[in-house]
């Protein structure tokens, strides 16, 4: 089945800074989502973004389907943006299923 | 609200038991999901349902055994529990299986 790998596992930040989260993935894909899970465990829908580039806030993704990455951007983070950031991908072969990567922890300090 | 919903949030349950849990989602998706997030925080899809017909049967031992009424519910009911199922139980919804919202998580310990 198709490799989701992301990078760096673990991401310590003062509040202020910018930060890119990276997501590789083994095949082509037709579907792929960044998701923030909280401290509290829920799982947030960042983006649906199997293509491009988009923005909400001061989160935004690009993904280049072609050299299979995307990059998750957060500027000026704050407290809040701490927890697990995953990128989810669905394979351009196989059963359609959602792949999660292993996801990058975000701790952001005041 | 619109959302995900299931229930019961917690569940602490001896070894041996059989537990049901719940879902519903009122946005109107077409597709439902069960995942499984282990103590690594590894997440892992179980089941997808899509118009109520299973689509997605991963390799998940056939104590589970997921159940679709209709389109706004997936329900899962687990047999003879292990210690080894304690982990959290997301489900899940999606339109024509593109952006997937997730339900807030049920947290199973078999004791």
């Known amino acids: 089945g198709i490799q989701v790998e992301q990078s760096p596992p673990d991401l310590i930040l003062q509040e202020g800074a910018n930060s890119t989260l990276r997501c590789n993935f083994s095949d082509s894909v037709n579907n792929l989502q960044w998701f923030h899970q909280n401290p509290w465990g829920q799982l947030i829908n960042l983006f649906y973004i199997p293509s491009g580039t988009k923005q909400n806030g001061r989160l935004s993704a690009t993904t280049v389907a072609t050299e299979r990455y995307s990059l998750l951007y957060i500027s000026s983070s704050q407290t809040t943006d701490s927890g697990v950031y995953f990128c989810a991908v669905v394979g351009n072969f196989g059963n359609e299923k959602l792949t999660f990567g292993t996801g990058t922890r975000l701790t952001i300090i005041p | 609200d619109t959302a995900v919903s299931q229930t019961p949030k917690y569940l602490v349950t001896q070894m041996g038991n059989d537990k049901s849990i719940k879902c519903e989602q009122n946005?109107?998706?077409?597709?439902m999901y069960w995942y499984k997030q282990d103590s690594k925080k590894f997440l892992k899809i179980m089941f997808s349902y899509n118009n109520k017909e299973l689509i997605i049967n991963e390799t998940v031992p056939n104590r589970f055994s997921p159940k679709s009424p209709d389109k706004a519910h997936l329900n899962l009911h687990i047999n003879s529990l292990e210690l080894g199922d304690s982990a959290v139980y997301f489900c899940a919804s999606s339109h024509h299986r593109a952006r997937v919202t997730f339900g807030s998580g049920t947290r199973l310990t078999v004791v």
């Open positions: 946005l109107g998706h077409d597709t």
